[in-house]
């Protein structure tokens, strides 16, 4: 009996079923801990009051509990610590603080505190002290300055958003006319004194919109409100600083709920801000989702291109072998040569050619001779066009031959055979090489760093002055994004939640459009029946 199922391949197909079962099993627990650790970031904690033994009073959120390591000794992982996060970076130089549960002498949840989200040095914890207007003191005592707080910090809203709207939008649209101009003086002497004379109203025009902004930020920084930590330190805080702030000990479900959602509407919609570690990430989501674009549109027609010339055209003999080879190969170089090829070839050598064509004005600054989601997407294109390659010429193989000699039969030409008969068959053969490239692309980050993504990109390539798509311009990415939060922030314990929730971001954006692709390929498949696919 052992030996007829060994015959039949059973423990083979045991193997291989245990063998998928555990990476499933792997793979569920890593979505499972990152959406644990990432979208419980958002989520509002109580904030516990804790008072040592030695008479230090301590405010923060427990973020961790582990066991103490004594190696050697009976108290080995018997007594516990925990991680407090207590905000007030700039009061006492440090987010986090581990404390022993045994030299805590008290633990309570007082419903004073507040936990106030602001533009820089990370939360602050304390007590609300006074509110002033300038010199005009608007509310003083915890109750009454909380209740005066919550409208000034709507409004702070309002006046955050009218200042970039006016910095961004008029004082850009401006900005990029006066630069305009200086480009056409510098093209057209010959209408130097016109570009001059419209270089002053601009100018004028400027230098008005210049003081409108400094008088709204003076105006919006008069309000202030007092902070006062656990120790007794004192904060003057302008209110136009603060972006959120809550009584967290106060908090019911639904309100933690509403704070939830804000922050997570706020992650996905915001620019970054404190070094990356807080505040949004759309410049890196817009960055990475056009740049899988971009790749996409650059790698499958010249992938398929290529498939059709070497199964269809191309007379098969050791040169197109050695061809083959070379592709497969080129599958397996690792993507740092990629990016060292398109820093040399297409940033420096094709940008920094068509700089000396076309943007003599701007040299020495470079234009495109510098790194861009251009030259990026190229690069990957690079990466993943062997991928495209091999998948499409098998798709192509796979087409019957009998479709293609019953189409030459009734007269088509071979260019009208591929192109009705053999290329729609192998559709979703060709899909599922793009699946695999954007797959690849979107995870992609070590070609990047050396030919266009940055720490911060405030300018989306995509905007409103003409030529409208911007492909010269540097771009965010989730992917550098993660590596830039998680290892070079300087501090640590504050970025592992962003880390996390941008790596689900990630996933989500690659399974997304995966899942795009492969809908089309499902159509395209139920569409052709007769294909192998």
């Known amino acids: 009996m052992a030996a007829r199922s060994s015959r039949r391949g059973e423990s083979a197909v045991w193997l291989a079923g245990s063998g998928l079962g555990i990476c499933l099993i792997l793979i569920g627990g890593m979505i499972a801990l990152i959406l644990t650790k990432g979208l419980g970031f958002f989520w509002p904690s109580p904030v516990e009051q804790i008072t040592l033994t030695d008479g ?5 959120e427990i973020s961790d509990r582990e066991a103490i390591p004594q190696p ?8 516990f610590r925990i991680q407090l996060k207590l905000g007030n970076r700039d009061l006492t130089g440090t987010d986090f603080r581990w404390v022993e549960e045994d030299l805590i002498a008290s633990r309570a949840k007082p419903a004073d505190v ?3 989200e602001r533009r820089e040095y990370g939360p602050f914890i304390g007590r609300v002290v006074a509110l002033t207007d300038g010199e005009r003191p608007l509310a003083s005592g915890s109750e009454a300055t909380l209740a005066a707080l919550a409208p000034l910090v709507a409004k702070a809203h309002r006046d955050r ?47 008005r919109l210049g003081e409108q902004l400094a008088q709204l930020v003076a105006e919006a920084s008069r309000t202030r409100v007092t902070l006062r930590a656990a120790d007794g330190a004192e904060k003057d805080l302008p209110t136009l600083d603060v972006f959120r702030a809550y009584p967290a000990n106060q908090l019911n479900t639904w309100q933690r709920a509403g704070v939830y959602f804000s922050r997570v509407w706020e992650f996905l919609s915001g620019d970054p801000r404190e070094s990356n570690t807080e505040g949004g990430i759309f410049p890196a989501i817009f960055g990475t989702v056009m740049m899988v674009m971009l790749m996409s549109v650059l790698a499958v027609p010249f992938g398929v291109i290529a498939a059709l010339y070497l199964r269809e055209y191309a007379k098969q003999g050791l040169f197109v072998r050695l061809v083959r080879i070379g592709v497969n190969n080129l599958a397996g170089v690792p993507s740092i040569v990629f990016g060292v090829f398109g820093l040399g070839f297409f940033v420096y050598f094709v940008g920094g050619s068509i700089d000396a064509l076309f943007y003599q004005e701007n040299l020495p600054n470079p234009t495109f001779g510098t790194g861009g989601i251009l030259w990026a997407s190229l690069t990957l294109g690079l990466l993943t066009v062997p991928v495209v390659i091999v998948a499409a010429e098998e798709a192509l193989s796979a087409v019957p031959r009998s479709m293609r000699e019953a189409s030459l039969a009734a007269g088509a030409t071979t260019f009208q055979t591929i192109m009705r008969i053999v290329l729609p068959a192998a ?3 060709i899909l599922t090489g793009l699946i695999l490239a954007m797959a690849r692309g979107a995870g992609e980050v070590a070609p990047l760093m050396i ?29 550098f994004h993660i590596y830039d939060v998680g290892f070079q922030s300087p501090n640590v314990e504050a970025a592992k939640p962003m880390v996390y929730a941008t790596a689900i971001l990630l996933l989500l954006i690659v399974v997304l459009l995966n899942l795009t692709a492969i809908i089309v390929r499902n159509k395209l498949r139920r569409r052709y029946l007769t294909s192998a696919f």
């Open 427 to 429: 559709a979703p053969g």
């Open 56 to 60: 230090t009073v301590l405010l923060g």
């Open 72 to 79: 050697g000794t009976p108290e080995h992982l018997t007594r």
């Open 114 to 116: 507040l936990y106030v």
């Open 161 to 207: 958003a009218a200042i970039r709207r006016l910095e961004r939008d008029e004082l850009g649209a401006v900005n990029y006319r006066i630069e305009q101009g200086r480009l056409r003086l510098k093209r057209l002497d010959l209408e130097k004194a016109k570009t001059e004379q419209e270089g002053a109203v601009l100018q004028q025009q400027y230098d």
């Open 451 to 479: 030919t266009g993504v940055v720490k911060l990109a405030p300018d989306l390539p995509l905007d409103g002055y003409f030529p409208f798509v911007h492909l010269e311009r540097k771009f965010m990415h989730l992917g």
